[in-house]
């Protein structure tokens, strides 16, 4: 009875002291906008008609896609390779020794690689910049790669079943 009579007012105590820390934590949390503008802070994005000039003027240049495996697999620019966002500086750290090599990182929108950018950098890498990203080079017409080769990208007609009229009368067999 006398370590319950004890325990109670320790536990309300400690718990009056933590929850002003617990409400402070939840409210430093950044939204999604803001953790976006931290991630593109100071870096500079190449434009499509930079990065065309940039791989014509240096057959050596580095094209990075840092998107995930399978995005990579669905569509990809020509030339790159790919080197998932987490691993990155870890992977070129082992397997790209010139620090001064050209490295052009990009993934769907910029927001990654502006991360990767920043951690290539910071890992010694001295010629390092971010692309626009795949949507940003896609929706420009330039085209792309996969598995079945290289393609551009069409405007998708929107189907649904508000709009959609099948052919019923077409030819058979």
């Known amino acids: 009875m006398m370590k319950r009579t004890v325990l109670l007012p320790l536990f309300l105590l400690s718990t009056a002291f933590l929850a002003p820390t617990v409400a402070a934590q939840i409210r430093e949390v950044k939204t999604i906008d803001q953790i976006k503008a931290s991630a593109v802070e100071g870096v500079t994005f190449l434009t499509n008609q930079q990065l065309i000039e940039r791989v014509s003027q240096n057959s050596k240049l580095v094209l990075i896609d840092v998107r995930t495996q399978k995005e990579f697999h669905a569509g990809h620019l020509p030339g790159a390779s790919w080197v998932e966002r987490g691993i990155a500086e ?63 990208l069409v405007e998708p007609v929107a189907i649904n079943a508000a709009n959609f009229k099948p052919d019923y009368f077409q030819s058979k067999l």
């Not at 290539?120 to 390092?128: M, P, Q």
């Not at 971010?130 to 330039?142: I, L, M, Q, R, V």
């Open 90 to 152: 870890f992977v070129l750290a082992r397997t790209l020794v010139d620090r001064n090599s050209e490295v052009v990182v990009y993934c769907k929108k910029g927001y990654r690689a502006a991360l990767v950018v920043k951690s290539l950098k910071e890992a010694g890498y001295r010629n390092v910049s971010a692309h626009a990203g795949f949507d940003e080079w896609t929706s420009a017409g330039n085209r792309y790669a996969n598995y079945l080769g290289e393609s551009v």
